[in-house]
């Protein structure tokens, strides 16, 4: 049985941070890409940030990067994303995903076939 579980999620302040993290139970999380996406209430889901399994390299959307940063730990079976100059537009729900097709990274949500429950981000002062 595989899952995904996210924790981390709350309020922050504009400006301020939080972690988000995404454990994996069933399979390992190193095997396949990771994504994480989020949706906002009446919007559509989008992604937020990608690893890719063949060579480590992890990617951003262009309105995250340079705020939020993939990490790994191998030894715990879990993706962080640690989000920072947090802003009220990051308010959602935020979702990590596993693509276990072993095709190239891709980028968009069909290409994901595991996902986890969600955990919410509420950004405000």
């Known amino acids: 049985h595989l899952e995904l579980v996210e924790s981390g999620g709350g309020l922050a302040q504009p400006g301020g941070s939080l972690r988000l993290s995404c454990t994996a139970s069933?399979?390992?999380?190193?095997?396949?890409?990771i994504g994480w996406f989020r949706q906002a209430p009446g919007k559509e889901r989008e992604g937020v940030g990608w690893?890719?399994?063949?060579?480590?390299?992890?990617y951003y959307a262009g309105s995250v990067k340079g705020r939020f940063t993939l990490s790994r730990d191998n030894a715990k079976n879990t993706v962080y994303l640690q989000m920072n100059s947090l802003k009220r537009e990051d308010t959602a729900v935020y979702y990590c995903?596993?693509?276990?097709?072993?095709?190239?990274?891709?980028?968009?949500?069909?290409?994901?076939?595991?996902w986890g429950q969600g955990t919410q981000v509420t950004v405000s002062s």
């Open positions: 995903a596993a693509d276990t097709s072993w095709c190239p990274l891709g980028y968009e949500m069909e290409e994901y076939d595991y």
């Open positions: 690893i890719n399994i063949f060579d480590g390299t992890t």
């Open positions: 069933g399979f390992t999380l190193d095997d396949y890409h």
